[in-house]
T-cell receptor, first 109, second 115 residues
Framework: SQKIEQNSEALNIQEGKTATLTCNYT??????LQWYRQDPGRGPVFLLL?????KEKRKERLKVTFDTTLKQSLFHITASQPADSATYLC????????FGAGTTVTVRA | DVKVTQSSRYLVKRTGEKVFLECVQD?????MFWYRQDPGLGLRLIYF???????EKGDIPEGYSVSREKKERFSLILESASTNQTSMYLC??????????????FGEGSWLTVV
């Protein structure tokens, strides 16, 4: 069956450090992968998209990698700030868009 | 900016009631979606629609139906609400989900409690 797994439900890091989140998938052949941010009680907001033929994408302090051989995407937040505290979701597009359960990041000042 | 508006933020309904969740988008998007989100389970797709009067079942359609009479409006209907439908419901819209990878825009969510 198809599955999207994101590493540990919660990640606690010190301000200024890099947070690395993992998204692994099985039985998908996604054309692209997206990352979303969700704040408590709010809907998810799109952050980044990376296509199957791209290895890496950057946006400000965010970096995403996509390895279709390993069936894995890594999401990095560099120089993290308390304002980065949120839940981050990965999503894969097969014939529809499917989401992982998310990883909650807490950045301590 | 794209705006996806869900009509009710918080609802409390009784078991067996018929419940309507309304969603409107203002960007002329072809696709509209209803997800529910539960702790530890992530977002699960209930139904989606790629055109007016068209609908497709998602992963968990049982107990739900949808209506899309106009392009901008997508309604989720719980025919007979049950306590296991207590959840946060998220409406979303997008342009075509082709290989170009269009973004999905979400509403703020509707918290439904069935008692």
């Amino acid at each position: 069956s198809q599955k999207i797994e994101q590493n540990s439900e919660a990640l606690n890091i010190q301000e200024g450090k890099t947070a690395t989140l993992t998204c692994n998938y099985t039985n998908y052949s996604p054309a692209y992968l997206q990352w979303y941010r969700q704040d408590p009680g709010r809907g998810p907001v799109f952050l980044l998209l990376i296509r199957e033929n791209e290895k890496e994408k950057r946006k400000e302090r965010l970096k995403v990698t996509f390895d279709t051989t390993l069936k894995q995407s890594l999401f990095h937040i560099t120089a993290s700030q308390p304002a980065d505290s949120a839940t981050y979701l990965c999503a894969l597009r097969d014939y529809k868009l499917s989401f992982g359960a998310g990883t909650t990041v807490t950045v301590r000042a | 900016d794209v705006k996806v508006t869900q009509s009710s933020r918080y609802l409390v309904k009784r078991t067996g009631e018929k419940v309507f969740l309304e969603c409107v988008q203002d960007m002329d998007h072809e696709n509209m979606f209803w997800y529910r989100q539960d702790p530890g389970l992530g977002l699960r797709l209930i139904y989606f629609s790629y055109d007016v009067k068209m609908k497709e079942k998602g992963d968990i359609p049982e107990g739900y139906s949808v209506s899309r009479e106009k392009k901008e409006r997508f309604s989720l209907i719980l025919e007979s609400a049950s306590t296991n439908q207590t959840s946060m419901y998220l409406c979303a819209s997008s342009l075509s989900l082709g290989s170009s990878g269009n973004t999905i825009y979400f509403g703020e969510g509707s918290w439904l409690t069935v008692v």
